[in-house]
């Protein structure tokens, strides 16, 4: 299952069916799962794991040295979970020792063209990056997001679960769950409506989560009363509890 053209360090760990194309490059502390592809031209290196299932297609580089300046070879991390999809020239660095140390991908995610994850990105389950999406250094992105492409996130920002970026989208402050965001800088837009159907949120919940999105950015309420306001509404919602919590951690700000 090993392309007699690729290099894997005798060191690497690699399930018994991990296929591995040709030219690809295993370093020594690579650690991959059961079920996974690793496509021709693609160089795994650093203390990486990557679960099972997986489908990483030419070209891509994972688990290099970050691109910051601070970086001193500490043993830093980059966790891939399993069922992922990431295609052609994808970069994933690995963490460094001024945040958690780790870089992680989730479950079921689908990760298109040239998408670059910096240092200790934190990307969850269920999302979808498309082509050219760029993070910058310690950006969390939650379940079921989905940004368009070259789209561009500052450093730090924190992007809720359920939203959708529109193509060329710059994200400077935290984008809240449920949220339609574009522009540069980005401005909220509704939300995600559509997504949230597919997903199987009832009408009345979908109406509940409009409701608190007015409350946000149509009330004229400040940010402190709008988080007021909605914590008010969570006995009779549930639903908004994943946007008070996100409203209630921000410290970027949210987009406006």
């Known amino acids: 299952m090993i392309h007699p053209t690729a290099i894997v360090h005798p060191n690497a760990r690699l399930a018994d069916d991990v296929e591995v194309g040709a030219y690809s490059l295993i370093g020594e502390h690579v650690e991959i799962g059961a079920g996974t592809t690793i496509g021709p031209h693609v160089v795994i290196n650093g203390h990486t794991r990557i679960g099972q299932h997986n489908r990483i297609f030419q070209f891509c580089s994972l688990g290099e040295i970050p691109q910051d300046k601070k970086y001193a070879n500490e043993p830093t991390r980059l966790e891939i979970g399993d069922h992922n999809t990431i295609r052609e020239f994808c970069t994933f660095n690995l963490g460094t020792a001024q945040d958690t140390g780790v870089t992680s991908v989730g479950n079921h995610n689908w990760i298109m063209a040239y998408v670059h994850l910096a240092h200790d990105c934190q990307v969850g389950n269920h999302t979808i990056f498309a082509n050219n999406a760029q993070l910058a250094g ?119």
């Open 138 to 256: 310690h950006v969390h992105v939650h379940d079921h997001a989905i940004l368009g492409g070259f789209t561009v996130v500052h450093q730090f920002v924190r992007i809720g679960a359920h939203i959708i970026s529109g193509m060329g989208s710059i994200l400077l402050q935290d984008v809240p769950p449920y949220t339609l965001v574009s522009g540069n800088p980005s401005a909220p837009h509704g939300i995600n409506a559509e997504g949230l159907k597919r997903r199987g949120f009832s009408s009345p919940a979908i109406m509940a989560i409009k409701r608190a999105y007015k409350t946000l950015y149509k009330s004229g309420l400040g940010l402190d009363e709008a988080r007021s306001a909605i914590a008010s509404q969570l006995p009779a919602h549930p639903e908004l509890q994943l946007l008070a919590d996100f409203l209630a951690t921000s410290t970027r700000g949210i987009v406006r």
